[in-house]
């Protein structure tokens, strides 16, 4: 029969004594460990939510293209005044097609765009309406779920062909899986359109647009059929794409020198166009909400440190009371390493339940604002870990002392307290 080695039985009784001790002062122990509830609880749900504003925000960049830059017509500055750029019409296709001749550079897609109400038997929406050619999938990494996309013979043809965002195909032919929107004959702005296919679901961009609430129609078809063109071949962006991240800030100055020489802006005036890199509007985005979920999470460890603090405080406080305790397991045979040991198992026990409560609540809260604000959170296992680990670390740094102060005291002194 397998005999259990005293070593064994020991730390069971010291286990045993340490929940003794806990259950005969249960008002006590529960508002020690409620430090220790409220510190990992707070430090799961914030890393929770965090850390799905951080991936929210990657899912929107990765939706929007890599190396991107948008060219947008008009200048900044217009009679001292500031301007919306993209509204004076300073940009062309013959501008495109010279951007797209630069080093670096490996997608040009010109850009008009507008509103247009568009309507499928009953039913209407309002909604984007993109002009551009066919390089613009490429470049925004767009697919198609269904159907197929205009090609440039469309672009030159002015086709009145379309691809339908799916949130417009939702408001216009309804949930029904059954009902092929291919093929489909629409009015956009009185116009008709077939509908060629519809786009992968891109979500929302980081302002919070719906990217899906787009028709996509040739450059030429918007131009002439749809939102007319007081000056022919004139757009309103210019999207790029550059190769990779290397030669991005190479591209972006060649961008401008070129389109500064098109355009006959003579040095030190206002350009009429601007250059805006979405790639580093986009890293930035990240780092900052990266940052944010860090701080949430280091704000929320502040109460798991109090949370130690009360821990300290209250086993002090059981040594004081338990000092005749301690003198009479000394002198009868205790070494100053069994003392040490008892009293940091329950400063360990406090933490570790406490941590497992807070472990629970912590992910119920995030659960809970996720169903009823509908953001985005990631429960991940290494914020949990990450949690427990800390919050068991510091019911080990904070039990150590009241333990030592216990495991040295005098054991006569120890006997003769009252």
């Known amino acids: 029969m397998h005999q259990v080695s005293p070593e064994v039985s020991m730390f069971s009784a010291m286990l045993g004594e340490a929940w003794h001790a806990m259950g005969a002062n249960r008002l006590r122990t529960f508002l020690t460990m409620l430090g220790m509830v409220i510190g990992v609880g707070a430090v799961v749900l914030m890393m929770a939510i965090g850390q799905g504003a951080e991936a929210s925000v990657k899912r929107s960049i990765s939706a929007m293209g890599s190396h991107l830059f948008v060219v947008l017509s008009g200048p900044p500055r217009m009679g001292g005044a500031r301007t919306a750029t993209g509204n004076a019409p300073s940009l062309n296709v013959?501008?495109?097609?010279?951007?797209?001749?630069?080093?670096?550079?490996?997608?040009?897609?010109?850009?008009?765009?507008?509103?247009?109400?568009?309507?499928?038997?009953?039913?209407?929406?309002?909604?984007?309406?993109?002009?551009?050619?066919?390089?613009?999938?490429?470049?925004?990494?767009?697919?198609?779920?269904?159907?197929?996309?205009?090609?440039?013979?469309?672009?030159?043809?002015?086709?009145?062909?379309?691809?339908?965002?799916?949130?417009?195909?939702?408001?216009?032919?309804?949930?029904?899986?059954?009902?092929?929107?291919?093929?489909?004959?629409?009015?956009?702005?009185?116009?008709?359109?077939?509908?060629?296919?519809?786009?992968?679901s891109k979500g929302q961009t980081l302002d919070g647009r719906d990217q899906d609430d787009t028709i996509i129609?040739?450059?030429?078809?918007?131009?002439?059929?749809?939102?007319?063109?007081?000056?022919?071949?004139?757009?309103?962006?210019?999207?790029?794409?550059?190769?990779?991240d290397n030669v991005m800030s190479m591209v972006e100055e060649a961008l401008n020198s070129l389109l500064n020489q098109r355009h006959n802006i003579r040095e030190?005036?206002?350009?009429?166009?601007?250059?805006?890199?979405?790639?580093?509007?986009?890293?930035?985005?990240?780092?900052?909400?990266?940052?944010?979920?860090?701080?949430?999470?280091?704000?929320?460890?502040?109460?798991?440190?109090?949370?130690?603090?009360?821990?300290?405080?209250?086993?002090?406080?059981?040594?004081?009371?338990?000092?005749?305790?301690?003198?009479?397991?000394?002198a009868i045979g205790a070494r100053e390493t069994d003392i040490l040991m008892q009293f940091l198992l329950e400063a360990i026990m406090i933490s570790i339940v406490g941590c497992l409560i807070g472990i629970v609540i912590g992910v119920t809260g995030a659960v809970l604002v996720s169903v009823f604000t509908q953001a985005e959170v990631i429960i991940s296992s290494a914020s949990v870990l990450i949690a427990f680990s800390v919050a068991a670390s510091i019911g080990v740094f904070?039990?150590?002392?009241?333990?030592?102060?216990?495991?040295?005291?005098?054991?006569?002194?120890?006997?003769?307290?009252?």
């Open 268 to 330: 030190g005036a206002d350009s009429d166009f601007s250059v805006r890199n979405l790639t580093a509007i986009a890293n930035s985005a990240a780092e900052t909400a990266r940052t944010m979920s860090l701080l949430l999470g280091a704000i929320a460890s502040v109460s798991l440190l109090v949370g130690g603090i009360g821990i300290m405080n209250i086993m002090l406080v059981s040594v004081t009371e338990r000092t005749r305790e301690i003198g009479i397991r000394m």
């Open 94 to 200: 013959r501008d495109a097609n010279a951007i797209g001749e630069l080093y670096g550079v490996v997608g040009v897609a010109p850009v008009t765009m507008g509103k247009g109400q568009v309507v499928y038997a009953s039913n209407n929406w309002n909604t984007d309406i993109i002009g551009t050619t066919a390089e613009y999938m490429d470049i925004r990494g767009w697919g198609l779920s269904a159907g197929y996309p205009f090609s440039a013979s469309d672009t030159r043809s002015a086709t009145r062909v379309a691809l339908l965002g799916r949130t417009v195909v939702q408001n216009l032919f309804g949930e029904d899986e059954d009902v092929d929107p291919i093929g489909k004959k629409i009015r956009i702005n009185q116009r008709p359109f077939v509908v060629l296919g519809v786009l992968d």
């Open 217 to 244: 129609v040739p450059l030429t078809t918007a131009q002439r059929k749809l939102f007319g063109n007081q000056l022919p071949g004139t757009v309103r962006q210019i999207m790029v794409q550059a190769e990779s």
């Open 398 to 418: 904070f039990g150590f002392y009241p333990a030592r102060k216990a495991a040295r005291l005098n054991p006569i002194e120890a006997l003769r307290y009252q």
